[in-house]
């Protein structure tokens, strides 16, 4: 995303800065937010360079989203080829992803940050396609897909591990420019 900023009507949406991720991990590694992600606990130095990482890599437009200048999420969103045949043309999918802090969850921030980086995926970036995968019980993350506009794609029975529940249902979620007439 380089130096882009969104800003929303209450969020502003930037580069994860290095000072930003002590901040991210107080709510990353919380039980609450691990038990709904793929890759659980992780270990600060590694998440710190895997942050810088993408920072240098003009595919990865993930962001820290703050209120006030306070950082209460994250929305990653990586730019990548799609399926097809030789001389397809490049990058015009998006995986998106996103984590918030509890302590800000049932005010709408989460939907409106995942929004605005819909919206600028598909304005500015030019992708065609945008594709999202969550637990298929983790009924917030469903709604939240649903509200900006994804329809859900599949449903994997049994596909995703989960380290307390074993074999679960996974989703994955996506929408269209065509979908949205751009």
């Keep these: 995303m380089g130096s882009t900023t969104l800003r929303t009507e209450r969020l502003e949406l930037r580069p994860v800065r290095d000072d930003d991720i002590d901040r991210i991990l107080e709510y990353r590694n919380l039980p609450e937010v691990t038990y709904w992600l793929l890759r659980t606990e992780v270990e600060p130095a590694s998440f710190r360079a895997a ?3 993408a920072a240098g890599n003009p595919d990865d437009h993930s962001v820290a989203v703050t209120l006030d200048g306070l950082v209460i999420g994250t929305v990653s969103l990586d730019v990548i080829d ?3 045949q030789p001389g397809m043309p490049r990058q015009t999918e998006a995986q998106l992803g996103y ?3 509890p302590a800000h969850h049932g005010h709408g921030y989460a939907t409106e940050a995942v929004a605005a980086m819909v919206a600028h995926a598909f304005e500015r970036l ?7 995968g969550c637990f298929a019980d983790n009924l917030p993350s469903v709604r939240l897909l649903e509200k900006v506009g994804m329809r859900r794609e599949q449903h994997g029975v049994g596909d995703s591990w989960h380290a307390v529940r074993g074999w679960v249902d996974g989703c994955t979620y996506a929408l269209s420019a065509v979908d949205l007439r751009i």
């Design 51 to 53: 942050w810088r990482r």
């Design 82 to 84: 799609g399926m097809g």
């Design 99 to 101: 984590i918030f802090d």
């Design 126 to 132: 030019g992708v065609r396609r945008i594709t999202a």
